[in-house]
């Protein structure tokens, strides 16, 4: 079982930045990949950006490459995504996502992951 918690969302302008947050508790951290997706309203959840927990290694959408970060605090078990350059189309909820064991073909699709927080809510302003 794994709980997480987002934080950090909000209103800024275009060309702003922002810092999202994911708490993240679980009994085993080993093998747990971590993601960050979006989603408007009526439309499919869309991944953003994902890490492995014990390698490190990212992966982004095409969209969020050059803008986005992606990184992990092992010791506070907290997964931040920093957001430069934000554009009015990056306005969404955002969702932090976990799972373990998740093969590379499933890493960027929200299937793959069986753990969802509640979501932050970013507004980019034009």
């Known amino acids: 079982q794994v709980q997480l918690v987002e934080s950090g969302g909000g209103l800024v302008q275009a060309g702003g930045s922002l810092r999202l947050s994911c708490a993240a508790s679980?009994?085993?951290?080993?093998?747990?990949?971590m993601g960050w997706f979006r989603q408007i309203p009526g439309k499919d959840r869309e991944f953003v950006a994902g890490?492995?927990?014990?390698?490190?290694?990212?992966y982004f959408t095409d969209s969020a490459k050059g803008r986005f970060a992606i990184s992990r605090d092992r010791t506070n078990n907290v997964v931040f995504l920093q957001m430069n350059s934000l554009k009015p189309e990056d306005t969404a909820d955002y969702y932090c996502?976990?799972?373990?064991?998740?093969?590379?073909?499933?890493?960027?699709?929200?299937?793959?992951?069986?753990?969802w927080g509640q979501g932050t809510q970013v507004t980019v302003s034009s």
């Open positions: 996502a976990a799972g373990y064991r998740i093969i590379t073909s499933q890493r960027m699709v929200a299937s793959g992951y069986n753990y």
């Open positions: 890490i492995e927990w014990n390698g490190g290694n990212t």
């Open positions: 679980a009994r085993t951290f080993s093998t747990l990949r």
